[in-house]
C-alpha cells in the first residue's frame, strides 16, 4: 500500500513556473513507477510525465504538450517525486494528480495508487 500526497500547486501567470511535489509513505516506494496526470474541468484526465529506473539508469517520459517544459525527478531517499513546470500556459491548468503503479505509462490505468491531487491555475 502507498500512500501519496500532492503539494505546490496554485495560481500563476503565463510564463511562470511551479514546482509540484508528490510525498509517498508505505512501504516499497523505490520499487514503483511515479506519474503525474492532469485533469481539467470537463475534461478526462490526461497523462504528463512518468520516471522508472532500472539499476543506476533512470527513464522519464512526456506527453508531447509538457515536452521541453516540465521535468520530472525523483528521490527515494526522501519518497519523494517532483514535476518542474516552466513556461507554463492558460492551457496546462488542471488539477495535478500523483500516481504509483508497477510499470510506467500513459493509460491511468496502469497505475494503483493516486493522491488526491493540487490545482495548478495560469492566468493569461
Known amino acids: 500500500q502507498v500512500q501519496l500526497v500532492e503539494s505546490g500547486g496554485g495560481l500563476v501567470q503565463a510564463g511562470g513556473s511551479l514546482r509540484l511535489s508528490c510525498a509517498a509513505s508505505?512501504?516499497?516506494?523505490?520499487?514503483?513507477?511515479m506519474g503525474w496526470f492532469r485533469q481539467a474541468p470537463g475534461k478526462e484526465r490526461e497523462f504528463v510525465a512518468a520516471?522508472?529506473?532500472?539499476?543506476?539508469?533512470?527513464?522519464?517520459y512526456y506527453s508531447d504538450s509538457v515536452k521541453g517544459r516540465f521535468t520530472i525527478s525523483r528521490d527515494n531517499a526522501k519518497n519523494t517525486v517532483s514535476l518542474q513546470m516552466n513556461s507554463l500556459k492558460p492551457e496546462d491548468t488542471a488539477v495535478y494528480f500523483c500516481?504509483?503503479?508497477?510499470?510506467?505509462?500513459?493509460?491511468?490505468?496502469?497505475?494503483?495508487?493516486w493522491g488526491q491531487g493540487t490545482q495548478v491555475t495560469v492566468s493569461s
Open positions: 508505505g512501504r516499497a516506494f523505490g520499487s514503483y513507477a
Open positions: 500516481a504509483a503503479g508497477a510499470t510506467p505509462g500513459k493509460r491511468v490505468g496502469q497505475y494503483d495508487y
Open positions: 520516471i522508472s529506473w532500472s539499476g543506476s539508469i533512470i527513464y522519464t
